[in-house]
């Protein structure tokens, strides 16, 4: 390699509905990037199932790549990849992708997916190993759903890689699973940090479907030759894992080194949650449904999820005539409704009319009728709900962990829209710091940095942030009045039973 080029690193970020390539290098001690490619990720309807196409996703990765190449003199150092949790494919012991990972909108979850996985091992039991969130599509699920169906992929040989981990192993060639999904996967055991036999056992699944567990920073490997051929790459890179979970990334990516932040990763889902020196487990958070799972450095995430950007999304498509901008100001200027929506009800999970479902549920819930092809209306009444249930699960999960926090980082894509942003801080009474945009990308390039050396400390992830970054402040306003829309919404529209949890099980403050 030429040592004049400029030496980068590629992070590939894998979301539920576009797909990233950013390039990062340091510059004068800030992180300089790049977006050098997009692509969509929507999946495909196969015979019977929606599928994640991920073959080509990683022909979308090697086109992104060598267009990039062709364009810029660069050494590319390293590539890793990271995106959404829960799902999976199989790979057998030959190394043949038997099952591709199948899309959490397009399975069949119906209730029943609860009563068949609390007849072989109690939820509370489950909790007790590895503190993670029920919902109707986790890991878990999935392979209980694969599991009555008789699938026959489900056998003996096949080991589980998640999403990030498919392309490392198309990539390299190692099949391992990193430690932030592992441990995200409802098959885990947090004390003893590995793969809980007692879970497969009570399931019946295969324990070879316990894939080794890497590290984030760790070197998998390097680009298989033929791959950086068609690259058009005389070398070939190191693949270093960063979290594959593209939430633990983004949390990585919070500009500040003290510990009374909390974060809200804002795109399809809205991720929330704190980093903890340990995972968070009692009675009281499998009540909530709060969940653990690894970040960076051996640190612990314990968060939530709950919709975000989703509904807001949906509605796009039939309000196609407007872009998200005009949505946003025209939610700015409509009148006050105090009518709310919980954004996890079922309703919302997968509607064929997003905005119907919002009219309709409101009428049941309300008795009001409102036009659902009047985007600022019903714009407004999506926006204020996010931002009051962001506000209860924040209030809630600092109930849980005893933390004492002071301000909350908003990071992703959503962390743009203004509105939301100052809806959010009025609600919780905090201020609300943005400006990490494309926080997942940035937390994988700050784990290749680290992986490769160019960063050794905590403290050199954060100082490099705090150079680069630039925060945008919203102060809390009107805080009497969004207290009383605090409690309209938990009176009129909150359902603790709800496609995030399966089961009401939180006894109100």
Known sequence: MDDLKRQVHIAVDIGASTGRLIVGWINDGQLCTEEIHRFVTEDVFVIQDRIRDVYRYYEEIIQGIKQY??????????????????????????????????????????????????????????????????????????????????????????????????????????????????????????????????????????????????????????????????????????????????????????????????????????????????????????????SNSSMPLHSNMFKKIVTGMWIVQMCHKRWETYTFEDIVRLATQAKETNLYIDPDHIDFYRPSDMPLAISRNIERRYGIKINPYLPGPIAKIVFESLALKYCLTIRRLILLSGKNIKKVYVLGGGSKNALLNQYTANALGLPVLTGVTEASSVGNLLCQLYGEGLLKSRKDVKDILKRTYPLTTYMPEDTGKWKEKFEDFMRDAYEPLNVCSGRKFWKEF
Request: glycine fraction near 8%; proline fraction near 3%; hydrophobic fraction near 35%.
């Open 69 to 290: 190449t062709k364009q810029n003199q660069v050494q590319i150092i390293s590539i890793g990849v990271d995106a959404f949790g829960s799902d999976f494919g199989l790979i057998d012991k030959d190394g043949n992708l038997l099952l591709l990972p199948k899309s959490y909108r397009g399975l069949t979850f119906d209730d029943d997916i609860f009563q068949l996985a609390d007849g072989c091992m109690e939820p509370w039991e489950i909790y007790q190993y590895n503190g993670n969130q029920c919902m109707l599509s986790d890991t878990l699920h999935q392979l209980v759903r694969l599991k009555e169906k008789g699938d026959c992929r489900l056998r003996d040989g096949c080991q589980i890689l998640f999403v990030a981990d498919i392309f490392h192993y198309l990539l390299c060639g190692n099949r391992g699973v990193e430690h932030s999904l592992s441990s995200y996967s409802r098959l885990w055991n947090q004390k003893t940090n590995g793969w809980e036999n007692a879970i497969f056992k009570a399931f019946d699944l295969p324990l070879t479907l316990q894939s080794n567990v890497i590290q984030c920073t760790e070197t998998l490997g390097y680009v298989h030759a033929q791959t950086a051929a068609d690259m058009e790459l005389s070398y070939c890179p190191k693949v270093i894992a960063p979290c594959s979970h593209d939430t633990a990334c983004a949390a990585f990516a919070v500009p500040d080194d003290g510990e009374d932040w909390m974060f809200i990763s804002s795109g399809t889902w809205s991720l929330i949650g704190m980093e903890t020196r340990n995972p968070v487990i009692s009675r009281e958070g499998w009540e909530f449904n709060a």
